[in-house]
């Protein structure tokens, strides 16, 4: 009885307080995109960031902006960061974190096109085989890499 009553206040209540009271009580977290990206010989695709920790190589990526389509969002760093335009474009999987309070999508997609450092933000990119993927690459890049390749 309580929960029908409950039902029925929160459905007669009007959007604008039951938008508020969601957004009052559930949590808030950045959505970003990353790419496991393959060239026509099946190379992957990585960037020296200045911005990344460690060696600074890893998959492109980056933040949605508010509202943005994933996919979208991801063509956009692409063309931001390396003026790469992309195919086939799939979700390889998600992952989330808990610090920062974090979605992110990971894509595997076929570049198009040759990519070239258009941002501060990139030191330098390279292709590297699947199974020859520079030591200094963090160990996590390296199993993201793996996971979006295989799959699974």
């Given at each position: 009885m309580l929960k029908q009553l409950l039902g029925t206040l929160w459905r007669g209540a009007p959007v604008r307080a039951r938008r508020w009271s969601i957004w009052l009580v559930e949590p808030r977290f950045a959505v970003t995109v990353a790419a496991v990206v393959q060239n026509e010989a099946g190379q992957v695709l990585l960037l020296k960031h200045v911005f990344r920790k460690g060696s600074g190589w890893g998959i492109p990526g980056g933040f949605l902006s508010a509202g943005e389509n994933p996919q979208d969002?991801?063509?956009?760093?692409?063309?931001?960061?390396?003026?790469?335009?992309?195919?086939?474009?799939?979700?390889?999987?998600?992952?989330?974190y808990k610090r920062p309070q974090q979605v992110e999508i990971v894509y595997r997609c076929r570049a198009r096109g040759e990519a070239t450092p258009q941002s501060i933000e990139i030191k330098t990119l390279a292709w590297f085989d699947a199974e020859n993927l520079p030591e200094e690459l963090p160990r996590d890049q390296h199993k993201l890499i793996r996971r979006a390749l295989d799959g699974s």
């Open positions: 969002g991801l063509r956009r760093e692409l063309c931001e960061e390396v003026n790469l335009e992309i195919d086939d474009l799939e979700i390889a999987f998600a992952r989330t």
